[in-house]
Structure formats: C-alpha cells, structure tokens
C-alpha cells in the first residue's frame, strides 16, 4: 500500500504542473494527461519520494505556490530589469567575479532549489557547490562584496527561507 499511496501522491502534482503547461483543458487532454502523471509517478516515486509524509502536507504546497508567484513575478522582474539597464548603460557597469555563499538547508531538494534558483535569476549562475563547508560558488555580475553573510543576505537568503519551508 506505500508504493501505491506515493505513487498517487506524486501524480497530483504532477498532473496539476501538466495541465498548467499544456494550456488546453479538452476531456482528452484530462484523462490522458492523468495517466502520463500516473506512469511518471510509478517510475520516479521510489527515486523522488523518501518521506511520503511531506506530500500530504498543505502548508508545505501553500510555501511553493507562495514561492513560485514570488520569483516568477518580483524577484524575476527585479533581476532582468537590472541585467537590461545594465546591458543598456553605456559604460556597461559590471564588476563580475565569483563569491561563496553558505547555505543551511538540510535536503538535496532544497539545495538544488536554492541553486537553481540563483541560476535562473539573470546576473547570477551557481558554478559548483562544496557540501562538505556548506558553500555554493556564485558567479555574479556585479559583485558589491566578498564577504559570505553579506553575499547570502543578497542573493540566497529569500531563496532558502522558501526551500526551507517546503522541503526541509
């Protein structure tokens, strides 16, 4: 019966991801996107899901829906108005360079949520992360400081309190 119940558990949100990217909402697109969410959850839900648990809590999905309209709307508004001013300056003020940043989330979800996040956000490109110290190496635009605390608060910190919430 886990087997089962995890494999249920997955297919929700992953037919919910299937019908918001497919755009159209016909009886075909309904039942057959179900089933390609309920084929993909048996073959990953032994590999995606360690503690069923955390899928059937509700304030875990509010977090992630928070934290999608978030990033999607002003931290990614903020990031490519910056890189576009900055691509029309006519000096092209950049100070690009490389700076860690420390991290404190526990689960691999978290941090491969945190890195993607940076990585996706114009200016920004996580190159390699030391999981031994806790560190992800940044590659930033304009670098405004080297030292960690204040790298952290600027670029990850937003991104790790929502991680934290919903996988940690």
Known sequence: MG???KIILLSIPLY???LVFAGVVTLTDIVLGYIAALITAA???ELLIKEKEKLTQLRRLV???KYFLLYITIIEYRAHSDVIRRIF???MPINPGIIRIPYHVKSDYALVTIANSITNTPGTVTV???KEEKKLFVHWIDVKGVEEEFCYKTISKKFEEHAKKIFD
């Open 89 to 91: 300056h006519p000096k």
């Open 128 to 130: 390699d992360i030391d």
């Open 3 to 5: 087997k089962l119940v």
């Open 43 to 45: 073959i990953t839900s």
């Open 63 to 65: 977090h992630l829906i």
């Open 16 to 18: 919910i991801l299937y």
